[in-house]
């Protein structure tokens, strides 16, 4: 399973996006970048430690818990893994964290990928997800399983409220637990894009042998050593317009890019996330990131 982001763009200050999209255990990379071309989203691992949140304005003390829908076992990449799916709650909203491990995975039969989608929920940084799964072979999302919504921790202040929201996201990770439990996955390998503050660009590394460009209008994926094709794909659609924003304001102006990358090349499986770099707009501009699974050529 993959977990993914859809972000917000912010301009230079210090802040980590919360976007969680290969990496199950690592810290969250930290993003700055230069006004007018701002990433909007890069993978990352957990939702960011307490201490560098926010504190509650006012929260009584409540008891912490925490559950996990399935475990998973610690495996290497071709071997079986299951999905899990973990939620801690606490006193306050910006105690809540939701968090994926074993991660990412592919069907063992190569034809799904599993992705643990979230929203970047600006300097709020309320946890949030939802459960994808991808048909490898069409492209396209088959399942989507919300488990929590920013919105929704932001209303629940008090400790019934809190309370009551567990009870719900609990009975939606038994139902993920359920849908996921029905698949045997398998852990592949992945890679993230990370600032080069020498370059002022973000870099993607290879993964499993395999280089990912997108290039003008075409993402290709090659044969890191050999530079065989292995995927020429159009990436036309992934072209957002223009949005406008009012009278006299710059309207919102985006450049895709990949933002992460996993490969099992047993079973010739790519997953891209592709996030939007906002080039003008600024704060304002909000756009998503896209999970994409494909087949590779033999």
């Given at each position: ?33 230069e ?7 890069s993978?990352?691992g ?10 509650a ?13 399935q475990?998973?076992?610690?495996a ?16 306050s ?19 799904r990928?599993a992705v ?14 939802a ?17 929590l ?15 009551a ?5 609990r ?15 398998t ?13 002022g ?13 997108l ?6 994926l ?8 292995l995927?020429d794909q159009?990436?036309r ?48 501009c ?11 050529a033999?």
């Open positions: 399973m993959i977990q993914l982001v859809r972000s917000r763009v912010r301009v230079p200050s210090a802040w980590a996006l919360a976007l969680c999209a290969l990496f199950a255990c690592s810290k969250p990379a930290k993003h700055v970048a006004a007018g071309v701002t990433p909007s989203a993978p990352v957990d939702e960011p430690d307490a201490s560098t949140r926010p504190t304005t006012s929260s009584p003390p409540t008891a912490s818990s925490s559950a996990t829908a475990q998973a076992p610690s290497g990449p071709d071997a079986p893994a299951s999905p899990q799916l973990e939620l801690r709650t606490g006193a909203p910006y105690d809540w964290r939701l968090d994926a491990r074993g991660l990412p995975a592919v069907s063992t039969d190569g034809r990928v643990l989608l979230r929203d970047h929920d600006g300097m709020r940084g309320f946890p949030n997800g459960l994808v799964i991808l048909d490898v072979d069409r492209d396209k999302v088959v399942s989507k399983t919300p488990l919504s920013s919105d929704e921790l932001a209303k629940a202040l008090t400790p019934p409220q809190l309370a929201l567990e009870a719900k996201v009975a939606r990770l038994a139902r993920a637990e359920v849908l996921v439990a029905a698949v045997t996955w852990k592949s390998a992945a890679a993230e894009h990370v600032w080069d503050a020498d370059a660009a973000f870099s993607l590394p290879d993964v499993a042998g395999v280089a990912a460009r290039v003008g209008e075409r993402l290709r090659t044969d890191a050593t050999t530079s065989r094709v995927l159009d990436a659609p992934w072209q957002l317009p223009e949005i406008p924003l009012g009278p006299g304001l710059t309207p919102c102006a985006f450049s895709p890019e990949v933002a992460a990358l996993a490969v099992d090349r047993a079973r010739r499986v790519a997953f891209v996330l592709v996030a939007q770099t906002v080039t003008r707009g600024g704060d304002t909000d756009a998503p990131v896209a999970p994409h699974a494909f087949r590779l033999p």
